[in-house]
């Protein structure tokens, strides 16, 4: 498997400009999480599913963020309209539930800069 | 509150010396803890996890410890080596999600 895969991975945007970010997780892995890194507070969770139903949203800063995963395979986060502060790096994640692992695998990130 | 603190936030060393790295968790209830390594540029690795019953185990330079009853663990690195440089980031599961440390930054310079 070529583990979590994300596009893109670096992402320039102007201001009031919608940003789509897309996840491709690692195949059989029931678990996907969204996370945002910044120096200031580390990895933030976002919101992440089970077995492609959004189970917790807390996370999401705000109405501007919304995430949706259609199938086992893919997941988006949209950033609507995006904003400088949401300047970050993006991360997905997934894992299985087999045994109860807690072995979460990220992908290589999505960094991306609002102007 | 399910916190996971981590110290120090930076650490420079020069090659070929030892460092240590520590972990306070208030995760209850507590299962296992793992830290993942983190690379520039890059999304964090599992190193190595501890669970409740394990107190020391090694993975080749690293060495991570775990005392349950103080809630206390450690990434011990031996020789370090340039490649060393990262974030080391401490990881406690609560139930479907994990709590994430702020992660130690360490340089490792020759």
């Not at chain 1, 800063?61 to 995430?67: L, N, T, V």
């Not at chain 1, 259609?70 to 087999?98: G, M, W």
């Amino acid at each position: 498997d070529a583990g979590v895969i994300q596009s893109p991975r670096h992402e320039v945007t102007e201001m009031g400009q919608e940003v789509t970010l897309r996840c491709k997780p690692i195949s059989g892995h029931d678990y996907l999480f969204w996370y945002r890194q910044t120096m200031m507070r580390g990895l933030e969770l976002l919101i992440y599913f089970n077995n492609n139903v959004p189970i917790d949203d807390s996370g999401m800063p705000e109405d501007r963020f919304s995430a949706k995963m259609p199938n086992a395979s893919f997941s988006t986060l949209k950033i609507q309209p995006s904003e400088p502060r949401d300047s970050a790096v993006y991360f997905c994640a997934s894992r299985h539930d087999r045994g109860r692992s807690t072995e979460a695998f990220f992908g290589q990130g999505t960094r991306l800069t609002v102007v | 509150k399910n916190q996971v603190e981590q110290s120090p936030q930076s650490l420079i060393i020069l090659e070929g010396k030892n460092c240590t790295l520590q972990c306070n968790y208030t995760v209850s209830p507590f299962s296992n803890l793992r830290w993942y390594k983190q690379d520039t540029g890059r999304g964090p690795v599992s190193l190595t996890i501890m669970t409740f019953s394990e107190n020391t185990k090694s993975n080749g330079r690293y060495t991570a410890t775990l005392d349950a009853d103080t809630k206390q663990s450690s990434l011990h690195i031996t020789a370090s080596q340039l490649s060393d440089s990262a974030s080391y980031i401490c990881v406690v599961p609560y139930t479907d999600k994990l709590i994430f440390g702020t992660g130690t930054r360490l340089q490792v310079f020759p």
